[in-house]
């Protein structure tokens, strides 16, 4: 049987260590605050919303939440922003995407000053990545790099296939994978025969958005399988990218959805928000 990566007990873990770091440094008088800022009230959001605010009381880490209407314009959001960005006291900013349709997220993020960028998706953020340079890592591919780190699993001379190029996790993943010293492709929709390019991989993530479309088919025999998707299929169960019922016999070692990827975004958004606090 496969090694069963535990994102559950692993984002636990990080939560433990960030609730140490936070308490020795409010004995410093360090205080860490997270802005957070809703537009609108889709039902998703909210809860993605909920239980950050929930991360951030249990780490010690304060939050301010801004739960702004949906009409909210684009210039009365950017002008919070810039509040937000010159408030000494306000360490990390996070706009809970998506925005409403009248909104231009781009200009959004832009807007956020990249020193309290805890998603990391601002272009700065995005470019220090890529030249090897320290900035805030986006919190979904950072922590997939923590279950892969803390599970054992060596990085660097593997083969690795990201399939999926957005810009949240197929690309910040094959950069951070690169940076590890693994040998990266990225394969999305226009990728000839998938199959025989993710066959290659000795890890292999699975950013697709298409419930259990990765079969055995796509795996190589002892391979590292980490499955980003998130779906609920028609029983209304989650269950991933991955088929994982066929994959797992095959594979060395794969991330469980749920359990597996999913609880590690928020632990790596609390891990921003205190290396925020610490930027001078
Ligand atoms: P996205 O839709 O922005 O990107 C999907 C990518 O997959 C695209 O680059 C596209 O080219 C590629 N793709 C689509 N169909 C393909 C195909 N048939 N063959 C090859 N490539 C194909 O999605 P995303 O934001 O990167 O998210 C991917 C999945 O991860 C979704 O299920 C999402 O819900 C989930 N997700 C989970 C977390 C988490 O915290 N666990 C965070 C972000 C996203």
Known sequence: MPQIIDGKAISAQIKDELKEKVGTLKEKGVRICLAVIQVGNDPASSVYVGNKKKACAYIGIESLAYELPEETTQEELLRLIGELNAKKE???????????????????????DPKKDVDGFHPQNV??????????????PAGILQLLKRSGIEIAGKECVVIGRSNIVGKPMALLLLRENGTVTVTHSKTKDLKAVAKRADILVAAVGRPKMITRDYVKEGAVVIDVGIHRNENNKLCGDVDYDDVAPICSAITPVPGGVGPMTIAMLMYNCVEAGNIK
């Open 90 to 112: 306000v360490n990390g900013i996070l706009v809970q995407l998506p925005l409403p349709d009248h909104i231009d997220e781009g200009a959004v993020i832009r807007a956020i």
């Open 127 to 140: 470019g220090a990545l890529c030249i090897g340079q320290p900035g805030f890592v986006s919190c979904t």
